[in-house]
Protein backbone atom coordinates (compact mmCIF):
# COMPACT_ATOMS: atom_id res chain seq x y z
CA UNK A 1 0.00 0.00 0.00
CA UNK A 2 1.30 3.35 -0.98
CA UNK A 3 0.43 6.50 1.15
CA UNK A 4 0.77 10.31 1.69
CA UNK A 5 1.66 11.82 4.83
CA UNK A 6 0.91 15.55 5.46
CA UNK A 7 2.84 16.96 8.51
CA UNK A 8 2.35 20.54 9.35
CA UNK A 9 5.39 21.65 11.50
CA UNK A 10 7.69 24.48 12.00
CA UNK A 11 11.24 23.32 13.42
CA UNK A 12 14.44 25.65 13.57
CA UNK A 13 16.15 23.17 11.33
CA UNK A 14 13.31 22.59 9.21
CA UNK A 15 15.63 20.51 6.74
CA UNK A 16 17.23 18.26 9.22
CA UNK A 17 13.45 17.76 10.69
CA UNK A 18 12.33 16.31 7.69
CA UNK A 19 15.01 13.97 6.94
CA UNK A 20 14.92 13.02 10.69
CA UNK A 21 11.17 12.33 10.31
CA UNK A 22 12.10 10.68 7.12
CA UNK A 23 14.61 8.44 8.38
CA UNK A 24 11.86 7.27 11.28
CA UNK A 25 9.51 6.56 8.52
CA UNK A 26 12.28 4.08 6.51
CA UNK A 27 13.19 2.19 9.94
CA UNK A 28 9.26 1.40 10.22
CA UNK A 29 8.23 0.48 7.00
CA UNK A 30 11.51 -1.05 6.13
CA UNK A 31 11.98 0.62 2.57
CA UNK A 32 14.24 2.73 1.63
CA UNK A 33 12.34 4.36 -1.18
CA UNK A 34 10.43 7.16 0.45
CA UNK A 35 10.04 10.68 -1.12
CA UNK A 36 9.49 13.66 0.14
CA UNK A 37 9.02 17.34 -0.44
CA UNK A 38 9.13 20.11 1.89
CA UNK A 39 8.71 23.89 2.85
CA UNK A 40 9.01 26.00 5.80
CA UNK A 41 5.97 25.00 7.97
CA UNK A 42 5.11 21.75 6.15
CA UNK A 43 6.00 18.30 4.51
CA UNK A 44 5.10 15.85 2.12
CA UNK A 45 5.99 11.96 2.14
CA UNK A 46 5.36 9.72 0.21
CA UNK A 47 6.20 5.59 1.06
CA UNK A 48 4.67 2.08 0.30
CA UNK A 49 4.97 -0.46 2.97
CA UNK A 50 3.45 -3.94 3.62
CA UNK A 51 2.43 -3.37 6.66
CA UNK A 52 -0.91 -3.80 8.12
CA UNK A 53 -2.80 0.41 7.65
CA UNK A 54 -3.51 -0.52 12.07
CA UNK A 55 -0.36 -0.31 12.61
CA UNK A 56 1.02 2.25 10.36
CA UNK A 57 -1.67 4.69 11.84
CA UNK A 58 -0.48 3.76 15.70
CA UNK A 59 2.95 4.72 14.85
CA UNK A 60 2.25 8.33 13.80
CA UNK A 61 -0.25 9.01 16.00
CA UNK A 62 2.16 7.56 18.61
CA UNK A 63 5.63 9.84 17.58
CA UNK A 64 3.60 12.37 15.61
CA UNK A 65 -0.11 13.14 17.21
CA UNK A 66 1.37 12.41 20.48
CA UNK A 67 3.79 15.19 20.25
CA UNK A 68 1.10 17.24 19.38
CA UNK A 69 2.29 18.10 15.37
CA UNK A 70 -0.51 18.50 13.20
CA UNK A 71 -0.32 15.22 10.27
CA UNK A 72 -2.68 13.49 7.83
CA UNK A 73 -1.85 10.44 6.82
CA UNK A 74 -4.22 8.98 3.52
CA UNK A 75 -3.86 6.38 0.93
CA UNK A 76 -2.28 7.41 -2.07
CA UNK A 77 -5.22 6.48 -4.45
CA UNK A 78 -5.29 8.75 -7.21
CA UNK A 79 -8.55 7.17 -8.93
CA UNK A 80 -10.44 8.66 -5.33
CA UNK A 81 -7.97 12.07 -5.04
CA UNK A 82 -7.89 15.72 -6.31
CA UNK A 83 -5.22 17.72 -5.79
CA UNK A 84 -3.03 19.96 -7.34
CA UNK A 85 0.70 20.38 -6.92
CA UNK A 86 3.53 21.99 -9.15
CA UNK A 87 4.11 19.41 -11.99
CA UNK A 88 7.73 18.86 -11.24
CA UNK A 89 6.98 18.68 -7.51
CA UNK A 90 4.03 16.05 -8.62
CA UNK A 91 6.54 14.34 -10.83
CA UNK A 92 8.96 13.78 -7.83
CA UNK A 93 6.82 12.44 -5.26
CA UNK A 94 4.62 10.49 -7.73
CA UNK A 95 6.42 9.83 -10.95
CA UNK A 96 3.69 11.10 -13.03
CA UNK A 97 6.55 11.60 -15.71
CA UNK A 98 5.45 8.21 -17.88
CA UNK A 99 8.33 9.01 -19.81
CA UNK A 100 10.93 7.79 -18.00
CA UNK A 101 11.85 4.67 -16.07
CA UNK A 102 14.30 6.34 -13.38
CA UNK A 103 11.43 7.53 -10.58
CA UNK A 104 13.37 9.79 -8.86
CA UNK A 105 14.67 13.46 -9.89
CA UNK A 106 17.92 14.46 -9.47
CA UNK A 107 18.70 16.87 -6.72
CA UNK A 108 19.16 19.74 -9.19
CA UNK A 109 15.49 19.02 -10.52
CA UNK A 110 14.43 18.71 -6.72
CA UNK A 111 15.93 21.97 -5.95
CA UNK A 112 14.12 23.53 -9.14
CA UNK A 113 10.98 22.52 -7.97
CA UNK A 114 11.90 23.68 -4.52
CA UNK A 115 12.34 26.96 -5.86
CA UNK A 116 9.18 27.01 -7.74
CA UNK A 117 7.01 26.36 -4.95
CA UNK A 118 8.67 28.32 -1.85
CA UNK A 119 11.51 30.79 -3.48
CA UNK A 120 14.95 30.27 -2.77
CA UNK A 121 15.56 28.28 0.29
CA UNK A 122 19.16 27.79 -0.28
CA UNK A 123 20.82 27.30 3.33
CA UNK A 124 18.38 24.02 3.67
CA UNK A 125 19.13 22.78 -0.33
CA UNK A 126 21.34 20.02 0.69
CA UNK A 127 18.41 18.14 2.84
CA UNK A 128 16.34 17.56 -0.12
CA UNK A 129 16.42 14.55 -1.61
CA UNK A 130 14.84 11.23 -2.83
CA UNK A 131 16.51 8.07 -0.52
CA UNK A 132 16.42 5.65 -3.08
CA UNK A 133 18.38 8.18 -5.29
CA UNK A 134 22.11 6.92 -5.30
CA UNK A 135 23.80 9.10 -7.02
CA UNK A 136 22.65 12.07 -5.33
CA UNK A 137 22.61 10.59 -1.71
CA UNK A 138 26.56 9.55 -2.31
CA UNK A 139 27.11 13.50 -3.14
CA UNK A 140 25.74 14.30 0.06
CA UNK A 141 27.51 12.21 2.06
CA UNK A 142 30.74 13.15 0.79
CA UNK A 143 30.05 16.16 1.92
CA UNK A 144 27.65 15.64 4.97
CA UNK A 145 28.63 13.48 8.04
CA UNK A 146 26.33 10.75 7.91
CA UNK A 147 25.92 9.80 11.94
CA UNK A 148 23.95 12.37 13.82
CA UNK A 149 26.08 14.22 16.87
CA UNK A 150 25.33 13.55 20.49
CA UNK A 151 24.46 16.88 20.59
CA UNK A 152 21.66 16.30 17.11
CA UNK A 153 20.72 13.66 19.13
CA UNK A 154 19.90 15.48 22.77
CA UNK A 155 18.20 18.35 21.02
CA UNK A 156 15.84 15.53 19.32
CA UNK A 157 15.18 13.85 22.77
CA UNK A 158 14.27 17.65 24.11
CA UNK A 159 11.89 18.44 21.46
CA UNK A 160 10.41 15.23 20.59
CA UNK A 161 10.89 12.68 23.34
CA UNK A 162 12.99 9.56 23.63
CA UNK A 163 11.00 7.56 21.69
CA UNK A 164 11.04 9.97 18.63
CA UNK A 165 14.62 8.56 17.95
CA UNK A 166 15.00 5.55 15.43
CA UNK A 167 16.39 2.25 16.48
CA UNK A 168 19.65 3.32 15.05
CA UNK A 169 19.54 6.84 16.74
CA UNK A 170 19.13 4.83 20.06
CA UNK A 171 21.77 2.45 19.41
CA UNK A 172 23.97 5.36 18.42
CA UNK A 173 22.90 7.20 21.83
CA UNK A 174 24.21 4.50 24.00
CA UNK A 175 27.64 4.35 21.77
CA UNK A 176 27.72 7.86 22.54
CA UNK A 177 27.19 7.32 26.44
CA UNK A 178 29.57 4.76 26.93
Given at each position: ???????????????AFVKVLAEDIVSVVGKSDIKYYYG?????????????????QEYFSTVLGESGIVYFLVRHEPDKMSYWLDPNIEKHL???????????????????????FFGDLEEETDMVLTESDEDD?????KNKKT?????ELFNKIADYGYESLSSFEKELLKKYTK
Open positions: MEYILFVFATHKNQGPESSIFVFKTFDEEKKIFNTDNSSKDSSNTLEEQLEAQKLLLKLKEPTFD
